[in-house]
């Protein structure tokens, strides 16, 4: 007889069918409660569904396993049992035939994880245990549909997946700061730990014509913010004749038609995170869904943060760049939307985007959300040579040493597009959670690399 999941066990209808039925499941205790009348109730999760199975243990087996009554909250078991249907709440429940214990925990008052709420500052001290938490649990399950449904987007959408290196030679975003390899010799020159794939894109864009990837990427910045990793998952895109505006609405639409599919299938743990919030889950997941991003020029943001230049901490001028605070004020007290600033100084954007014919701004997107700030970065690339190597001068990048991508605009150059989205950054948005270290399975930031 094979195991049958938790999940699957919840999702079959049919009750009649499977009354008296026998099965045989496995899995974690989660809390496990002994009754006056000498019965013991197990709660027992095996990782398919966030709601666990009732087992019931009666008098007559107990007497004849006194084992039973050591068992405790994360000790796995298998088990052979009969379905029954609990009258009063019509839940399907387990009466036990067979259970025999596969792993237990010797010092259970060490066991980390007790069935008690615990902070999620404490679980990321436990990181190789915090997935048997129904927080860590839903989380990794919502960030696995996000995934899923960003590859088919792009895949329905007829887009190549390049998978772009890790390792790499050239700073693609000018300013970010790089991992560096120490193992100097094996390539003959410096080598870093890339921090965008886009450059290696654009070269399969100039060919295949629609591209992307989802893979790591690293930033040394030393920021301890709730928002900054070391290591986080950046989903990338390449586009030809793209422009700007087509860009932004294919992020919108990559955003909503994962969302929808998140609502659809991870109901039950979306559930479980709103349940201790005031925030309507589906008013909040729908302000992504339905189309009412503000839409907004670099320009116009700086005239209304002007008039109310008292509020902020630094001056507000022309050309400094949209910080922290400024993304909460715009999303969270002026537009109390997400927003998609578009056109900023070529001064605080990197080389490769596209000049405005202002020849001050270049055309370029940012998506906003209140809470989690920018989440897409995006712009039309500079396909001119000869302005791409005046802004390379600008900004002293060595054209040498990125010949190959100034080989793309020497050979049959074409008007392209991309953006960047940060996935954890999405996520926290998804889930709610205010801390982008506890929407990836093994965050790394500064001084913290236990696990
Ligand atoms: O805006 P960024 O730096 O854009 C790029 O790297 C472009 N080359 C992307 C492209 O056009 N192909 O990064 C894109 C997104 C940001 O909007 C943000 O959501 C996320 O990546 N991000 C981070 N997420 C977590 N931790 C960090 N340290 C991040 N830095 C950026
Ligand atoms: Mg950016």
């Known amino acids: 007889m094979k195991y049958i999941s938790i999940n699957k066990l919840h999702k079959i209808n049919n009750i009649k069918n499977i009354k008296n039925k026998i099965i045989k499941i496995y899995g974690w205790v989660k809390t ?70 596969l792993g237990k925990i010797n010092k259970q008052k060490k066991y980390p994880i007790s069935p008690k709420y615990h902070s999620l500052e404490y679980l990321r001290k436990n990181l190789h245990l915090r997935s048997r938490t129904y927080v860590i649990e839903s989380i990794i399950k919502i960030r696995n549909t996000l995934i899923y449904y960003l590859h088919k987007y792009f895949q329905k959408k007829n887009f190549y997946l390049i998978t772009t290196p890790i390792i790499t030679s050239l700073d693609t975003e000018g300013s970010s700061k790089m991992f560096e390899i120490k193992n100097k010799n094996f390539f003959n020159k410096k080598s870093y730990l890339t921090v965008s794939g886009q450059l290696n894109l654009e070269t399969y864009a100039c060919s295949l014509s629609k591209v992307y990837n989802i893979g790591p990427i ?21 586009i030809v004749l793209a422009k700007i505006n087509k860009i932004i609405k294919i992020s919108k639409n990559m955003l909503s038609y994962c969302i929808k599919n998140i609502i659809k299938k991870n109901n039950e743990d979306l559930e479980f995170l709103f349940k201790y919030t005031k925030i309507k889950k589906n008013d909040y997941l729908f302000n992504l869904i339905n189309k009412k991003f503000i839409k907004i020029k670099y320009n116009k943001i700086i005239k209304i943060l002007k008039k109310k230049e008292k509020i902020f901490k630094e001056n507000i001028i022309w050309g400094m760049d949209i910080s922290s605070e400024i993304e909460t004020y715009l999303t969270q007290k002026y537009f109390k939307l997400p927003i998609i600033i578009i056109n900023y100084p070529k001064k605080i954007k990197p080389f490769y985007m596209k000049l405005n014919k202002d020849n001050k701004t270049v055309s370029c997107m940012d998506i906003i959300l209140p809470n989690v700030g920018e989440i897409i970065g995006g712009s039309e690339r500079e396909n001119n040579i000869k302005l791409l190597d005046i802004n390379m001068k600008k900004k002293n990048i060595k ?21 960047g989205l940060g996935i954890e950054r999405l996520l926290m948005y998804i889930t709610n959670i205010k801390n982008i270290r506890d929407v990836i399975p093994f965050p790394r930031y500064p001084k913290y690399i236990n696990f």
């Open 218 to 238: 690293f930033r040394a910045e030393n920021s301890n913010t709730n928002k900054h990793l070391a290591e986080f998952l950046m989903l990338e895109t390449e």
């Open 32 to 101: 496990i409660r002994y009754s006056k009348i000498n019965i013991f109730f197990i709660d027992l999760k095996d990782g398919s569904s966030i709601k666990p199975i009732q087992i019931i243990l009666k008098k007559k087996y107990i007497k004849k396993n006194k084992k039973i009554y050591k068992i405790k909250t994360g000790w796995s078991i298998k088990i052979k049992g009969k379905i029954k249907i609990n009258k009063n709440n019509n839940k399907k429940e387990i009466h036990i035939i067979k259970i025999k214990i």
């Open 399 to 419: 054209k040498k040493k990125y010949w190959w991508y100034r080989d793309l605009r020497k050979y049959g150059t074409i008007p392209h597009s991309g953006f």
